[in-house]
């Protein structure tokens, strides 16, 4: 019976395959123009295969770049990983027949483009293994946004190759491709939702089968993701009822919304005579936020709603709530301009970073788009803003420029960062100590690290040996929380040495020195604290002391940290097995609050010797081999 009920199940769902993949049925929409689903049967085969092709590249780079025999050169790495993102999505998303020529040379396009971006940010990045906002983060955020807004002339290019793009078809492009995105997640939610639900059970009796197979080997995720995009594509490429009707739905959620915010964003605006921007001032980098947010959120709505109407001529709105949403189009400069002078001001006060540059990016767009839709609702015509077509798209040509431009040597963000903050720096703008090292280490990419290099033969810099064995750290780091990666074992004896740490750390009074294979040891040390690395940089940063704390008549290293005076902390150290481990961290915030943040005082004190210890007043429990720690908490 159970064999029949597969076979059953099986059969049921390779015919629900087939009807997608065969589904070539003409709709017609009395609502909107719809042009007919004619995918043939090979082409939706082809969608399959590329989607899969796409999972085979981005397993193998992933796999390339974590195991022992990785390629030799990342290069290579970064431009499959580029074009393997990139060209299987705009395929899948605009192909009908492989014989349109148009298709090719717009991929073509696409790989030169992207080729060439990708030179530039490889040439860029400087191996750190940052998993912050930094150089690649921002490329892929750029990548993304490229193809959003340039994909939608290519569909519309294809689908109608001898007339002129109308805005009414990109818009419909749009929506189809956001919808495709959505839709798409939520098939892979679900489907990994019900994956983790099967193996979850299984688990529960003894079988790991599953769990292994879907979490533990990343090639079936790889190809499971690849699977559930195509099913995405090919549901929203042959289904353009489904498009229509959440389109519908949408718009009609985003139709009521909208005169809300048009409602806020026009009283905010009233409300600033009787409060005054210097109120905005005092919170410039939530101000320019909401703000731009602001902007850009209405800008969306109204597009949203815009051509939502069954036809040209009828308004979507009555015409007292027209008024409230054309009065905050007409206002959205004001908004649009106040973000960019708080902007201004901190661009003033702290020079150029790649966070800032990008800001204002962001911040100019949306100006350009807020002057061009309030006149939009200037203009005068019988269709409710009806110069917003051709707005959207110069706007849609005019973000693809600024983002290749963005990431290419002629808008160098990273060039004019760096150029700034030298400049500022020099000009004692800003001192010596206040210059963001972690900035021109971590998202500057190789202009940074070039100004770093600099500071290090720079003489007003160096005078300082604090700051000098600082900006030697931070040269060694590769990720900005302090932390090295097995690449930097070569460099790391330029500054973590047994000499150094012997020279800089302090011992307490009668401390007998540990033997050298702890000084070894604290360089290697896979829990070492980042600030223990002071204790080699500074002098007199950090003390050594040594303590039995387990009755077995050695002596335990223990090595504290005052590089930080308000959070001042020790580590404790033991040999297990032949090796030095930390078994222990203790912070000491009780006794500043009680001494009034005294640090200077508790270094004094662990220098003299005051350190002990204290046996259990309340001893633990044992029941055989196995101890119970008892904190007795009810007696603090």
């Known amino acids: 019976m159970t064999g029949l009920m597969s076979k059953a199940a099986l059969k049921q769902s390779g015919e629900a395959w087939m009807s997608l993949l065969s589904q070539n049925v003409t709709q017609h929409s009395s609502e909107s123009k719809i042009s007919p689903s004619d995918l043939p049967f090979n082409t939706r085969i082809l969608i399959i295969i590329a989607c899969l092709m796409q999972g085979a590249l981005l397993y193998l780079c992933n796999d390339f770049s974590t195991q022992e025999w990785r390629l030799g050169h990342k290069t290579t790495l970064l431009y499959v990983l580029v074009l393997s993102l990139s060209l299987p999505l705009l395929f899948v998303l605009s192909v009908n027949t492989l014989r349109n020529k148009t298709l090719w040379k717009a991929l073509l396009a696409y790989a030169v483009i992207f080729i060439a971006m990708t030179t530039w940010v490889n040439w860029n990045d400087v191996g750190l293994r940052d998993y912050g906002t930094g150089i690649l983060a921002t490329f892929y955020f750029s990548l993304a946004a490229i193809i959003f807004v340039t994909l939608p002339w290519l569909q519309v290019r294809i689908e109608n190759p001898n007339s002129p793009a109308n805005y009414a078809d990109l818009h419909d492009s749009i929506w189809k491709n956001t919808i495709t995105v959505v839709l798409t997640l939520l098939i892979a939610g679900l489907m990994w939702g019900i994956l983790s639900l099967g193996a979850g059970l299984f688990k529960l009796i003894g079988i790991d089968f599953f769990y292994n197979l879907f979490f533990q080997h990343q090639i079936f995720t790889y190809f499971t993701n690849s699977l559930v995009l195509a099913i995405g594509v090919l549901i929203c490429r042959t289904n353009q009822k489904l498009i229509i009707t959440v389109r519908k739905l949408l718009s009609l959620v985003v139709k009521g919304l909208l005169p809300l915010l048009s409602f806020f964003a026009l009283i905010f605006i009233f409300s600033l005579p009787f409060t005054g921007i ?190 000098k064995l600082k900006l030697e750290k931070i040269l060694i780091q590769t990720n900005r929380w302090g932390g090295y990666d097995n690449d930097d074992n070569q460099q790391k004896p330029a500054i973590l040495t047994v000499e150094n740490a012997r020279k800089n750390i302090q011992l307490a009074a009668g401390v007998t020195p540990p033997d050298s294979s702890w000084w070894a040891s604290l360089s290697e040390n896979n829990f070492r604290e980042e600030r223990i690395d002071e204790c080699y940089l500074q002098a007199n940063s950090c003390v050594l002391t040594t303590l039995d704390l387990n009755g077995d008549g050695k002596q335990e290293p223990i090595l504290c940290s005052f590089s930080d005076p308000q959070a001042p902390f020790c580590q404790v150290y033991a040999q297990r097995e032949g090796k030095w481990t930390v078994i222990n961290k203790m912070d000491f915030d009780e006794y500043l609050a009680k001494n009034k943040h005294d640090s200077a005082k508790l270094k004094s004190l662990i220098l003299n010797g005051q350190l002990k210890t204290k046996p259990k007043e309340w001893s633990d429990i044992q029941i055989q081999d196995t101890t119970i720690e008892m904190n007795y908490y009810g007696l603090r």
């Open 278 to 467: 210097n109120t905005l001032a005092k919170q410039w980098s939530s101000a320019t936020t909401l703000l731009t947010t602001m902007s850009l959120l209405l800008a969306l709505l109204v597009n949203a709603v815009y051509l939502s109407a069954d036809n040209a001529e009828q308004k979507p709105y009555p015409k007292i709530i027209r008024y409230i949403i054309n009065g905050s189009l007409l206002v959205l400069p004001v908004y649009a301009i106040l973000a960019t002078y708080y902007l201004g001001l901190r661009i003033v006060q702290h020079g150029w970073t790649p966070d800032r540059i990008w800001a204002a990016v962001i911040v100019g767009l949306s100006l350009c788009l807020s002057l061009a839709y309030a006149t939009a609702v200037v203009r005068k015509n019988t269709i409710w803003l009806h110069s917003l077509g051709n707005i959207n798209k110069k706007m849609m040509c005019l973000i693809g420029a600024i983002l290749i431009l963005c990431n290419s040597p002629v808008i160098d963000p990273y060039r004019i960062s760096v150029n700034n903050q030298m400049q500022r720096y020099a000009a004692e703008k800003v001192s010596p100590d206040k210059l963001d090292l972690r900035m021109l280490r971590f998202d500057a990419g190789r202009r940074g690290n070039d100004a770093l290099q600099a500071l290090r033969h720079d003489a007003k810099f160096i005078s300082d040996p604090g700051r």
